[in-house]
């Protein structure tokens, strides 16, 4: 069994806004190092990007849906971030999903129990099945990305473009989006393993509750989160964004035929990376350095939640509400540095860790190999602060 390097709780105490900034800023230096994290480990797997492969599989649906999306082009619409963020993904966090799945295909390796004729199908350690869920799972991620562009019409500004435009950016979100999924769907029942269908399905399943948590949480009257309390924000994150990556990492080793014991491995490795790099894309309105104005940050955010659990749920209301009277940049920036002077960030930075840890964990119980060392450095880079 490898010695793993765990992760220290509490290492950044009394952080401020100054220290540096994980691979999900635009810190040069931490931005470098996590393309490096994924080309090392895109090397290990022997598939560039599976994105990349999916791109060219489906270049005359996404050419054309390319040609569509130009006319939002000058509006505010969030498809047209998305379209970018498929053609210029320059922090290599689109294709995450597909490449864990694939190096823990490999770390686990052949089972023990796996035909000849299944042996004979692997490439770089990896089967051919594998290869073809960690696209499905990119596919699915990429769907419900798509899919979260659609905007509220009613809360339109003049300034977002026009009406007809915005009406028919949502309507490209949701064929797009649908067009996707349907690819995933289509690819998942061609991999012919029931149990592999019902765990992706469920985790479809998750994500479709998780968002639907994620909006309801927001009140429409004041724009105040509901009380729901860092177990209740895991739980609810879990769903959105950790679901899908632990059951794809668990349903590649089904299809490898491992036991149960990896299977759970498996499962709790996605589970436990998934929740910390939430946290630290969370965190990294509070942790990186101010350039102008302030950062914008999500009120469903770990560090808000864990700061509103500090102070309490009626001096965090005072808060806002001071904000919102004064309106001016100076007290937006004052509500900011307020968080940053409390225990949340703190406390969300040793829980990233703490769920780093786990993840670490997790890898244990699989023989050591560049693989393993891979998802390790992923969870390095994930857990990096300074």
Known sequence: MSRLRLLRPGLL???TGRCSLSF?????????????VVSDA??????????????????????????????????????LNTARSFVADSRNNLQMRGL????MSKAAGPSKTADIPLQHDMVSGIYSSQRNLAEITELIHTAFLVHRGIVNIRELKACDGPMKDMQFGN?????????????????????????????????????????????????????????IGISTWKEQIFLSHGALLAKSCKAAMKL???????QTMAYRYGEHMSLSHKLNSDLQPFVKERSGGPTAFSFNSAPVVLHQE????????????????????????????AIKAGKGVTAAIDLCRYHGNKALEALEGFPPSEAKSALENIVYAITRFS
């Open 310 to 337: 500090f102070v309490g749920r009626e001096a965090w209301i005072h808060q806002v509400e001071q904000t919102k009277l004064k309106g001016s940049m100076a007290d937006f920036t004052k509500l900011e540095e």
């Open 42 to 79: 895109e090397k290990i797997v022997g598939y560039p990007t599976s994105f990349m492969s999916l791109r060219c599989l489906l270049s005359d649906e996404l050419s054309n849906i390319a040609m569509q999306v130009r006319k939002l082009v000058g509006t505010r619409h969030p498809l």
């Open 100 to 103: 864990v799945v694939l190096l």
């Open 171 to 227: 309507k490209m979100a949701i064929l797009s989006g649908d067009f996707l999924l349907a690819n995933a769907c289509t690819g998942l029942a061609q991999l012919q393993n029931t149990k592999v269908v019902e765990l992706v399905s469920s985790a479809i399943g998750d994500l479709v509750q998780g968002i639907y948590y994620e909006n309801s949480n927001l009140s429409e009257e004041n724009n105040i989160t509901d009380d």
């Open 13 to 15: 105490t009394g952080l």
């Open 256 to 262: 490898a035929n491992h036991d149960s014991v990896l």
């Open 24 to 36: 999900f800023s635009g810190s040069q230096g931490s931005a470098s190092h996590w393309s490096k």
